[in-house]
């Protein structure tokens, strides 16, 4: 089993920055990859940032350039910089781990990010 807590959301004016966290904690060892997504107030759901256990990164085109994602080993914890925010940002964000083991996939409670123009 596979804990995930995020934490850092909030309500930010537009042009400003957020540092959302995912921290881990059960089997930890199973986790190959973690994910950042969002899902917008009209309910659609984006992948916006995935690293892997290798440090190799992806980017949705929507936030290459303004999000950040890194994974700090020793505290467990997965990172989402993000500058540059815009409204359309707004969203529920949900990191999920993929792991090496069934179920594969574990997510979080999710944290609001609200940008404000």
């Known amino acids: 089993q596979v804990q995930l807590v995020e934490s850092g959301g909030g309500l930010v004016q537009a042009g400003g920055s957020l540092r959302l966290s995912c921290t881990a904690s059960g089997d930890t060892m199973l986790i190959t990859a973690i994910d950042w997504y969002r899902q917008n107030p009209r309910k659609e759901r984006e992948a916006v940032a995935t690293i892997n256990s290798s440090g190799s990164t992806f980017y949705a085109d929507s936030v290459k350039g303004r999000f950040t994602i890194s994974w700090d080993n020793a505290k467990n914890t997965v990172y989402l910089q993000m500058n540059s925010l815009k409204p359309e940002d707004t969203a529920v964000y949900y990191c999920?781990?993929?792991?090496?083991?069934?179920?594969?996939?574990?997510w979080g409670q999710g944290t609001q990010v609200t940008v404000s123009s």
């Open positions: 999920n781990a993929q792991c090496s083991r069934r179920p594969y996939n574990y």
